[in-house]
C-alpha cells in the first residue's frame, strides 16, 4: 500500500504574481463565452491553455498533463463526459458542456486544480460515481470545469486493523469486492448498486441493507482526506472534528474529499436474501400495514425492503430482504412476527456476504451465477431516464390511507416507491452524530421512483408531473416542519440556490429538509472554511452574509 502523505500543502508562491493578469484575462474570456455562444470553442481553447500551464505549475510536473486535461476540441471530450452520465434526462445536446475536463491521476492534481480554477475565477464541479439523480455533479448553467475522480479509486484494505482505505473515485462495487479478496466475514453498510461512487455517496450519508444491524457509511467512517479551499491536503487531526463532522453526511459544500477511512463490520459466513410478491387480490394491503409494525422493529440483523409498483389495475408490493443469518431462523421468526408475509424455506436463498451484494445488485445475475468480478463492472455510458424524490414516515399509514394511496397511484401510472425500514442501530445514534438527521422516531424512508426510455420531452414533463402530483398527494402521510428528505436522493424541487448567488434564504429551504437541525452547524462550519462559496452547486450550504 502507498504510504499517503499527510502534511498540508501550502499554495505555492509561484502563481501569486501571475494571478491577478490570470483573473482579469479570464473575466474578459468569460464575458465573451456568455456573449457569444455562436463560437465558444477559440475562447474555452484559450481557457484551457492557461487552466493546464496553471496546473504544470501547481504539480511541479515534468510530464505533459494533456492527457489528464480534456478541452472540448479532444476527440475524447464527449467520452469522458458521457462515461458517468448516469441519467439519461440530464444528457442533453443543448447542456452547457464543461469548458475543461480534469481527470487527476494524483492528490496534487486535484490540489493544483482548487488552486488554478480559484485564481482563473471559474466555479469547479467534482465527479465521483455520476449517480447524483439531478447530475449536479456535471451540468451547470455557467462555465465550469468538471473533475472527475474516476482514476483514483485504490481501495486498501487491512483486515489485521478491520479498516480500509477508499479513494472517493471508487465505486461501492469495487469496495465489496477488494474487501471480499481479503476476508469472507467483514463488509461495509452501503448502497446496493454496485456502481454509485464512494464520493458522492458517503459525503452525503449512504445506506445500505446493513443499516438496521450497523447504522450508515458515516456511521463507520474513522478517518478521510480531503483537499480544502486553499488547496491543502487535510487529514482528521488536521481539518479539526468540525469539518470532519461535516463532510460525514453534509453533502459537497466543504472542500473535495480524497479518500474515506473505513472501520469494516462482522458478517456471518451464511446470510439469506429473499423476495416475496403479492398483488392486491393477494390481500397486499394486509402485507403492508403489517410491514410498517415489522420491518421498523424486527430483529436488526434483518433489513426488508418493500417495493410498491402500480399495475393495470392492481399494485405490486414485493418484500426483498437480507438477514444476517440463515434460513431456518428467518423463516421461523417471520412466522411469528409477520405471518401475511407467508414466508417458506423455498423463498429463500442461503449464500456468503458477498454473494448477498449480487443478489441485490442484479438478482437475475445472481441466478445466473455471477461471479464477485461482476460487481468491478462500470457500465460506462449507460443509463436510463429518471426521477427520484424522497420522504420520511414517522406514523403508520392506515389502511383506508393506503387504499387511497393505490388508487392514486393506479390513476398516475408510472410512479413506484420504495420504502426502506429504519429502526434498530438507526434509531440508537443521536440525530445530532452525523450531518444526516433522520434517526429515531422515523419508521421509514420513501423513495418515489420513475424511470423511462422515451427521450421525447413531452414523455420526460409528463412523469416529472406524476412524481410531482403523488408527492403533493403524500402530504398528510409523512413528516412536516420540515417536510423531511434524504441528500443523496437529490431533489431539485424541493429547493435550489441560483447557482452562484449565495442567497442564505433560499439554501436555508432545502437544507432543513436535508439536515433538520444540524442545518445551523453546518452553515457555521461553511463560514469557517469555505467564507466565498468556492465549494457550491445548486443545493451547496449556504455562506450567511
Ligand atoms: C442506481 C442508484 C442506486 C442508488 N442506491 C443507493 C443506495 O442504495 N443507498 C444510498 O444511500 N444511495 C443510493 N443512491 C444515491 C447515491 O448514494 C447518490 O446519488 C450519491 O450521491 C452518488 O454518488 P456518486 O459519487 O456516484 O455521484 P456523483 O454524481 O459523482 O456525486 C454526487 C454529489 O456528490 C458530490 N461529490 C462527488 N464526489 C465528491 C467528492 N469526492 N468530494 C466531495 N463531493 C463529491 C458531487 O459534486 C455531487 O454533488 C443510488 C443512486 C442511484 C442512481
Ligand atoms: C448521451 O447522449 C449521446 C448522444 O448525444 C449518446 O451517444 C449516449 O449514449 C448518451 N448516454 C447516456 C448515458 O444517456
Ligand atoms: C386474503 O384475506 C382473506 C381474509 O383474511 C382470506 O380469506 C384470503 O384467503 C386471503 N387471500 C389470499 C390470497 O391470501
Ligand atoms: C435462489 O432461490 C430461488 C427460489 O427458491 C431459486 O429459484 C434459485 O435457483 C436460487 N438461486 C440460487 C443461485 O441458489
Known sequence: MPTI????????????????????????LLITI?????????????????????????????????????????????????????????????????????TPLQES??????????????????????HDYEGLSYIS???????????LKRVSVDIQKQTAVIQTGATLGEVYYRIWEKSKVHGFPAGVCSTVGVGGHISGAGYGNMLRKHGLSVDNVIDAQIVDVKGRLLDRKSMGEDLFWAI????????????????LVPVPETVTVFRV?????????????????VAPTTNDGLFMRLLLQPGAKTIRASVVALFLGKADEVVSLMGKEFPTLGLKKEDCNETSWIGSVIWWNDEDAFNKGAKPETL?????????????????????????GLEGIWKKMIELENVGFVFNPYGGKMAQ???????????????????????????????????????KKLYAYMTPFVSQNPRSAYLPYRDLDIGINQFGANSFEEGQVYGTKYFNNNFDRLVKIKAAVDPENFFRNEQSIPVKV
Open 5 to 28: 502523505s499527510f502534511s498540508p500543502i501550502h499554495t505555492h508562491k509561484l502563481l501569486m504574481a501571475e494571478s491577478t493578469s490570470l483573473s482579469v484575462t479570464l473575466f474578459l
Open 109 to 130: 492534481h486535484v490540489q493544483g486544480a482548487v488552486i488554478c480554477a480559484k485564481s482563473i475565477g471559474i466555479q469547479i464541479k467534482i465527479r465521483s460515481g455520476g
Open 376 to 400: 468491478l463492472d462500470r457500465k460506462l455510458n449507460s443509463a436510463v431516464f429518471g426521477k427520484r424524490k424522497s420522504d420520511y414516515v414517522q406514523k403508520p399509514i392506515s389502511r383506508d
Open 277 to 293: 410478491m403479492k398483488t392486491l387480490e393477494e390481500n397486499a394491503t394486509d402485507l403492508v400495514v403489517e410491514w410498517q409494525k
Open 34 to 102: 456568455s456573449a457569444s455562444f455562436a463560437a465558444p470553442l477559440p475562447t474555452s481553447q484559450s481557457v484551457y491553455d492557461i487552466f493546464l500551464r496553471c496546473l504544470t505549475q501547481q504539480t511541479k510536473s515534468p510530464t505533459q498533463l494533456n492527457n489528464i486535461v480534456f478541452s472540448q476540441t479532444n476527440p475524447s471530450f464527449s467520452s469522458v463526459l458521457q462515461n458517468y452520465i448516469r441519467n439519461s434526462r440530464l444528457n442533453r445536446t443543448s447542456t452547457l458542456k464543461p469548458l475543461i475536463i480534469v
Open 429 to 467: 445514534i443521536k440525530s445530532d452524530a452525523t450531518p444526516f438527521p433522520h434517526r429515531a422516531g422515523n419508521l421509514f424512508k420513501m423513495q418515489y421512483s420513475v424511470s423511462w426510455d422515451d427521450p421525447s420531452e413531452p414523455a420526460a414533463q409528463n412523469f416529472l408531473t406524476q412524481a
Open 141 to 151: 448553467d455557467k462555465p465550469f470545469i468538471l473533475l472527475d475522480l474516476f482514476n
Open 248 to 263: 460525514r453526511g453534509g453533502g459537497a459544500s466543504f472542500g473535495f474529499v480524497l479518500s474515506y477511512t473505513i472501520k
